[in-house]
C-alpha cells in the first residue's frame, strides 16, 4: 500500500472516529452519516446524512457543528460539505416547524443556526 493510500485512509478512518465520537445522536435517532469523498489535497470532505436525517429539522444544527468542529479538530480538513439528500446542501438552512412562514432571502449571506452541542 502506498503512502498516499496510507494516509488517505488513516484520514477517512479519523474522520469516521470524530463522527461516532462527537455525534453518537445520528445514530442513536437513526440518522447515518456516510463519506462520500475526501479531497486529501484540497483538504475537503463531502458527508451525507441519511436516514432519519432526511427531512429532520434540527438537522442543519447537526451538520453546522459537524462543519465548525471537524475543521477545528483534525488539521488537515479545511472544508466540510454536507448535506441531507434531500436535493438541496443545508449549509444555510434554518429548521422549519409547522405553521411557520419562511421569510424571503435578501440575499444576507446565513452561515445557519448554530448547534446546542
Known amino acids: 500500500m502506498s503512502t498516499e493510500s ?3 485512509d488513516d484520514l477517512e478512518e479519523r474522520v469516521n472516529n470524530f463522527l461516532r465520537r462527537n455525534f453518537p445522536q445520528i445514530q442513536m435517532h437513526g440518522g447515518t452519516a456516510a463519506i462520500q ?3 486529501r489535497e484540497e483538504g475537503v470532505v463531502d458527508l451525507q ?3 432519519a436525517c432526511s427531512g429532520c429539522g434540527i438537522s442543519p444544527m447537526t451538520i453546522q457543528a459537524i462543519k465548525s468542529r471537524m475543521t477545528k479538530e483534525i488539521p488537515e480538513v479545511n472544508t466540510v ?4 439528500g ?3 446542501d443545508t449549509s444555510g438552512m434554518s429548521p422549519s416547524f409547522p ?3 419562511s421569510a424571503d ?6 452561515e445557519g443556526p448554530q448547534a446546542p452541542f
Open 105 to 110: 432571502d435578501d440575499g444576507e449571506d446565513d
Open 86 to 88: 434531500m436535493g438541496e
Open 49 to 51: 446524512l441519511g436516514g
Open 81 to 84: 460539505h454536507a448535506g441531507t
Open 37 to 39: 469523498n475526501i479531497d
Open 99 to 101: 405553521g411557520e412562514e
Open 6 to 8: 496510507q494516509e488517505s
